[in-house]
T-cell receptor, first 115, second 117 residues
Framework: AQSVAQPEDQVNVAEGNPLTVKCTYS??????LFWYVQYPNRGLQFLLK??????LVKGSYGFEAEFNKSQTSFHLKKPSALVSDSALYFC?????????????FGTGTRLQVFP | EPEVTQTPSHQVTQMGQEVILRCVPI?????FYWYRQILGQKVEFLVS????????KSEIFDDQFSVERPDGSNFTLKIRSTKLEDSAMYFC???????????????FGAGSRLTVL
């Protein structure tokens, strides 16, 4: 069965420091991988996706994520955190080749960036 | 930037009552979805809808649930007789096309929080 794990409920980081939000997945075959972010009182917003090709994908607001097939991970990173990055981050996966377009989400990780 | 709009933002209801959650997807989108998140748990897929019919549903989406696109703009989720365990945040999402690569990017609404007492 497909699944996504976000092992940290919350990540705290000082402004200006690098940040990492972890995600591992389990899916049969090769995955499509996504990161979404939710700001207070807003919907989930798309950040970035991995489809194929370069394992390092760049997305909105300076975020990037690295697909690591051997570790089945897709960690979200940013070199220098901003206070405005504080939000709830969701990792999601979809298996290739399935006759489905549903996304499987993790439980979310709350990122808190302190000034 | 176009948004998916959901109403109400929060609804409190008694167990056994019917609830309708409303969504206005982005106007040129063709594929519509409902997901939900029980507090502290994963965001879960409920149902997808295309061309005026359900294209896929999860095991959560039982006979108590239904979806409808009554007027070409609204997309509704109805829970016929609510249970305590239906308390959750319900997210509507929409997407314009189904790409061959399957790299679908959904646009989500802000969610409707349902509390069943």
């Amino acid at each position: 069965a497909q699944s996504v794990a976000q092992p940290e409920d919350q990540v705290n980081v000082a402004e200006g420091n690098p940040l990492t939000v972890k995600c591992t997945y389990s899916v049969s075959g090769n995955p499509y991988l996504f990161w979404y972010v939710q700001y207070p009182n807003r919907g989930l917003q798309f950040l970035l996706k991995y489809i194929t090709g370069d394992n390092l994908v760049k997305g909105s607001y300076g975020f990037e994520a690295e697909f690591n097939k051997s570790q089945t991970s897709f960690h979200l990173k940013k070199p220098s955190a901003l206070v405005s990055d504080s939000a709830l981050y969701f990792c999601a996966v979809r298996a290739r080749g399935d006759n489905t377009d549903k996304l499987i989400f993790g439980t979310g990780t709350r990122l808190q960036v302190f000034p | 930037e176009p948004e998916v709009t959901q109403t109400p933002s929060h609804q409190v209801t008694q167990m056994g009552q019917e609830v309708i959650l409303r969504c206005v997807p982005i106007s040129n989108h063709l594929y519509f979805y409902w997901y939900r998140q029980i507090l502290g748990q994963k965001v879960e897929f409920l149902v997808s809808f295309y061309n005026n019919e359900i294209s896929e549903k999860s095991e959560i989406f039982d006979d108590q649930f239904s979806v409808e696109r009554p007027d070409g703009s609204n997309f509704t989720l109805k829970i016929r007789s609510t249970k305590l365990e239906d308390s959750a945040m319900y997210f509507c999402a929409s997407r314009r096309t189904f790409t061959v690569s399957g790299a679908n990017v959904l646009t989500f609404g802000a969610g409707s929080r349902l509390t069943v007492l």
